[in-house]
T-cell receptor, first 113, second 113 residues
Framework: EPEVTQTPSHQVTQMGQEVILRCVPI?????FYWYRQILGQKVEFLVS????????KSEIFDDQFSVERPDGSNFTLKIRSTKLEDSAMYFC???????????FGNGTRLTVT | AQSVTQPDIHITVSEGASLELRCNYS??????LFWYVQSPGQGLQLLLK??????LVQGIKGFEAEFKRSQSSFNLRKPSVHWSDAAEYFC???????????FGSGTRLQVQP
């Protein structure tokens, strides 16, 4: 069964550094998402992306965050200047239609020191 | 605003016993409801979903859930739990207009031999 793949599985970065989290959604999917889960807390929506633009974003997704689909297969989340509180598991998800459930990747654990 | 409540943070059951995980939601219209499971270090795997129609939905791994509009609930059940079911379970709500899912805080299931 096709999967959403995320790299790296674990990223450690220093506060203030830029970090890019990468995702390869399922190949025929059209809707892409980023969620995050701070340790011990609930999964939170960050942003959705469709037709090469952001379709919705949460209040968490401020100017420090950006997303891009640089080619036909990758979907990236960039954090411009990381803060300690950005430490979390970041999940990418994709779906083929608006009514289909999301397929999640295994996540990237981001640790900001 | 939509919200999801999972009242049980942690549940322990014996292997072979039945299981019910509770989920209550707050939502203005007919919601799309989901149950996801997260094993340690893994992503979120969809167990089942409710969009419309039959209020009792069957999912993978022998799980089922029942949508009860009058109680705003979507409880997850399994008649006989296996040790491999130990994981964290998340209930989520969404709609077609906003594809951002709202997750509950999760229920951690422990299975005793």
């Amino acid at each position: 069964e096709p999967e959403v793949t995320q790299t790296p599985s674990h990223q450690v970065t220093q506060m203030g550094q830029e970090v890019i989290l990468r995702c390869v959604p399922i190949s025929n999917h059209l809707y892409f998402y980023w969620y995050r889960q701070i340790l011990g807390q609930k999964v939170e929506f960050l942003v959705s992306f469709y037709n090469n633009e952001i379709s919705e974003k949460s209040e968490i997704f401020d100017d420090q965050f950006s997303v891009e689909r640089p080619d036909g297969s990758n979907f990236t989340l960039k954090i411009r200047s990381t803060k300690l509180e950005d430490s979390a598991m970041y999940f990418c998800a994709s779906t083929g239609t608006a009514n289909s459930p999301l397929h999640f990747g295994n996540g990237t654990r981001l640790t900001v020191t | 605003a939509q919200s999801v409540t999972q009242p049980d943070i942690h549940i322990t059951v014996s292997e072979g016993a039945s299981l019910e995980l509770r989920c209550n939601y707050s939502y203005g219209a007919t919601p799309y409801l989901f149950w996801y499971v997260q094993s340690p270090g893994q992503g979120l795997q969809l167990l089942l979903k409710y969009f419309s129609g039959d209020t009792l939905v069957q999912g993978i791994k022998g799980f089922e859930a029942e949508f009860k509009r009058s109680q705003s609930s979507f409880n997850l059940r399994k008649p006989s739990v296996h040790w491999s079911d130990a994981a964290e379970y998340f209930c989520a709500v969404g709609d077609t207009g906003r594809r951002a899912l709202t997750f509950g805080s999760g229920t951690r299931l422990q299975v005793q031999p």
